[in-house]
């Protein structure tokens, strides 16, 4: 900026010294023309009067040829470009030029000295006139009219001193004096022609950027996309500009005189329109205000306005100057977005609804496959085919039920159902627990496992999620192995001070641009069709170490394996063990020997298939139970019976399993334990059936054992 300020400070200078020479050289036609007239005059004055002819000759020569060579340098100045008028040869040579025309001046009472005192007055006022005069033409350098006046007038001072006359004495005098005063005027005027060119210059400047930028704003005007318009007090129209003639279908001439808000104004939109108005009228700008206006014909146009009021002297609001930009197209994208946007989430929703229901749905019939070739399982009159049949019917059903399961997490993830319990679970723990989970696997597949159970260190996590992940990765590090291979679990901190578990086998391996999709839903890869899976496990494991705040990644190398690992936040330098929630040990003979038909149990379930499970599994274990098939019905039957445990299902009609619990605790029985059938294992669903009064939750399908657990824990 400053520089900026310098430079063109600099210019300006240059520009009053062109300016200067310019006016200097401007004014000599006519100084020089009267120069001539006023010598000649002088000459036929005093010629016959002068001492000497001779030496006014000599003057009148010298004082003419001085005066020829200034007219050549005059015209030869007025033949070249301002460039070259500015070089300061042209100064010099004008301040030299004008030293030696005061000096001849000053010469005329030496050479054309007159004994006659008449003549030599007429000599004093010739030249205190040419002084004067010179004065206005010479004023535009001060060094000029010194360089003119003091030869000229002091010369003449001179010549009168000599003379010592006392008439002469007095005009030298006076002579000093209007020497000084012409001085001083000079001065003065010098100052004020200094003034006025720099001035006028800084006008001219001034003018051209004004200039220049009318031609740029006409431009801006003409050929922007922003429709400006202006308009007076009366919301007549102004200016109205070609944009504005493109976005409102009005021509400039239509337009103009016109009231802006007949010709824009959508009637929706004038409650509006009149609160920017009230906000225009207390000199507050209108920024960005999001206007449905029309067009010509009627068509609604969606604008972006910026309006400023423009105020006059006394600051009272003259007109209003107006941008408007047409998005209508922007706002119509944004809308289709946001409407694609909506329906894509419907469209998930949907989705999540309909995996979640079918997932539930599929667990009833799940429950007596499950529960039938269960009990199957221990007829002793079957054969040994029949036997193998039943366990591939079972393995396909524990297939299916873990698919199911997969689905409901992946839909709860989705909808942001899932919720996380973090704590510091110790690593031993952990290793501990998955390790005894999938050794049977690992044998069967005859592999070897490596997991340190004495780890040390903690990880934050959620246990029964992070259970999963580790059981997801062990697993599918057994499933696609290879023969006597092997399957590792190391664990190190890293850099960030994450923990990371990585699960190492020696399979096949993944193939680089397989690789990239292996976290994607229901994506098997290559995986052979006898290995069973879902295609589901590493998407929800990737989901669920997101939650917990971690990462998971893999890396593989074709024939030599595959290593997946998670990073948590924790630490391998404490140890951190918690005793494991150790469940009591199952008793090796899972079917009664004995009949427990002594205890009263009262069931509760509306499905006819579930309704013969569960009795034939209570008889499996040696129980009798009464069995009812709604709410309203076990309430009846508890009127006349005490019964000593209550199983129901949850959702049955006209009273459900809530109600029911419920209703028994409202009427005071708090000692009968209540175990509620559900279709899910979810902390909420546990949760609900607490709340309602139930003491314990039995997940479908219905396992025999823990079937049999639950029993004994409550009855005995
Ligand atoms: P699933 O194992 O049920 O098919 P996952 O989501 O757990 O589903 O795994 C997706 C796919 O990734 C698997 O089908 C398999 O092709 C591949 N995969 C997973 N883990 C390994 C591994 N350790 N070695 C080789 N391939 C693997």
Redesign the pocket.
């Known amino acids: 900026m400053d520089t900026h300020n310098t430079d063109s400070g600099a210019r300006l200078d240059e520009q009053i010294r062109l300016e200067e020479i310019r006016l200097l050289y401007g004014g000599t036609p006519f100084s020089y023309s009267a120069s001539f007239v006023i010598v000649l005059i002088i000459y036929n004055v005093l010629l016959g009067h002068v001492t000497s002819p001779q030496n006014l000759n000599i003057w009148l020569f010298t004082i003419l040829g001085i005066l020829f060579a200034r007219s050549i340098d005059s015209y030869l100045f007025s033949t070249k470009d301002k460039k070259e008028q500015s070089k300061h040869s042209w100064r010099l040579r004008f301040f030299a030029g004008t030293g030696i025309a005061g000096f001849c001046w000053g010469l005329l009472p030496w050479f054309g000295y007159s004994s006659e005192i008449e003549y030599f007055s007429f000599i004093i006022v010739c030249l205190v006139g040419v002084i004067a005069g010179s004065l206005s033409t010479l004023s535009y350098r001060w060094e000029t009219i010194a360089l003119f006046l003091l030869p000229a007038s002091l010369l003449l001072v001179l010549r009168l001193i000599i003379e010592d006359q006392t008439f002469f004495n007095a005009t030298s005098f006076v002579l000093l004096v209007f020497i000084f005063f012409s001085l001083s005027a000079g001065k003065k005027i010098f100052n004020n022609t200094q003034q006025n060119i720099r001035l006028r210059l800084e006008a001219d400047t001034r003018e051209r950027a004004i200039e220049l930028m009318h031609q740029k704003q006409a431009l801006h005007l003409q050929n922007t996309p922003l429709a400006i318009i202006e308009f007076d007090i009366d919301l007549n129209v102004t200016e109205w500009n070609k944009a504005a003639e493109h976005i409102f279908g009005y021509s400039r001439e239509e337009a103009l005189d016109e009231n802006v808000m007949r010709l824009v104004l959508l009637r929706d939109s004038s409650l509006e329109a009149e609160r920017l108005w009230q906000q225009l009228l207390s000199y507050e700008p209108v920024i960005g205000a999001v206007i449905e206006n029309k067009t010509r014909s009627g068509t609604p146009v969606i604008c972006e306005w910026f309006v400023t009021p423009l105020t006059g002297e006394q600051n009272e609001i003259v007109g209003i100057a107006a941008m408007a930009l047409d998005i209508s197209e922007k706002k119509q994208n944004e809308l289709a977005i946001l409407k694609s946007k909506e329906e894509a989430e419907k469209a998930n929703q949907a989705k999540s609804d309909f995996l979640s229901s079918m997932s539930h749905e599929l667990r009833t019939p799940l429950n007596a496959i499950l529960g039938f070739t269960q009990l199957l399982k221990y007829e002793k009159a079957l054969t040994e085919k029949q036997q193998s049949h039943i366990s591939e019917i079972s393995n396909a059903g524990n297939l299916l039920l873990e698919l199911v399961n997969q689905i409901l997490d992946l839909a709860r993830i989705e909808k942001g159902h899932l919720q996380l319990s973090m704590e510091k679970v110790a690593l031993a723990d952990c290793f501990k627990e998955v390790r005894a989970m999938i050794l049977p696997l690992a044998k069967k597949n005859k592999l070897t496992i490596n997991i340190d159970t004495q780890t040390r260190g903690y990880v934050i996590a959620d246990f029964t999620r992070l259970k999963q992940v580790m059981l997801?990765l062990l697993s599918?590090?057994i499933?696609?192995n290879i023969e006597s291979g092997s399957v590792t679990l190391e664990v190190r901190q890293n850099e960030a001070n994450m923990v990371r578990i990585s699960i190492i086998?020696t399979?096949?391996?993944?193939s680089k641009e397989l690789l990239q999709e292996?976290f994607q839903p229901f994506?098997?890869?290559?995986?052979a069709s006898q290995i069973e899976?879902?295609?589901?496990?590493?998407?929800i494991s990737k989901q669920l170490v997101e939650m917990m705040n971690g990462s998971i990644g893999v890396r593989s190398k074709v024939n030599e394996g595959?290593e997946?690992w998670i990073e948590l936040s924790g630490n391998i330098d404490i140890t951190t063990t918690k005793q494991s929630d150790s469940k009591p040990p199952h008793s090796d003979r899972l079917l009664a020997t004995a009949s427990n038909t002594d205890h009263s149990i009262l069931v509760a379930e509306d499905n006819p298939t579930n309704q013969a499970l569960i009795v034939s599994q209570l008889e499996a274990l040696g129980y009798t139970a009464d069995l009812v098939k709604d709410g309203q019905e076990a309430l009846n039957k508890m009127v006349n019976t005490d019964y000593q445990l209550l199983i129901t299902d949850c959702n049955m009609p006209l009273v459900d399993g809530y109600k029911l619990a419920r209703t028994i605790r409202e009427r005071g029985n708090h000692t009968l334990p209540i175990i509620a059938l559900t279709a899910d294992a979810f902390p909420e669903r546990k949760a609900e059936c607490l709340k309602a009064g139930m003491d314990d939750q039995i997940t479908k399908p219905v396992d025999l054992q823990t079937l049999k657990d639950t029993l004994e824990k409550y009855l005995n």
Do not use: Q, V
């Open positions: 997801n599918n590090a499933k696609y086998d399979g096949k391996g993944i292996i994506n098997r890869l290559n995986a899976g879902t295609g589901i496990g590493l998407s595959s997946f």
